[in-house]
């Protein structure tokens, strides 16, 4: 499963941490969400993340109310 995140268009509201802190947090640089273990491809940022972790991501991405976390298999 692949996370990607526009990173660019985040507004710093914090669900995505709420919903998943084991792979979302704020930097503290520029108040925006970090995609833990993502990287960074052009304009956006993506992880390779197990199974396990999609329905954390998918409340992560539903969360977002900017809607710029995608979630593909």
Do not use: F, H
Request: hydrophobic share 30%.
């Amino acid at each position: 499963m692949k996370i990607t995140i526009y990173r660019s268009k985040c507004i710093g509201c914090n669900y995505c941490v709420e919903a998943w802190p084991e792979r979302w947090q704020m930097s503290k640089r520029d108040g925006k969400c970090v995609l833990i273990g993502g990287k960074k491809k052009g304009q956006v940022y993506q992880a390779e993340v197990g199974e396990y972790e999609r329905k954390y991501n998918e409340r992560a991405a539903e969360a977002c109310p900017v809607n710029i976390i995608r979630i593909n298999d």
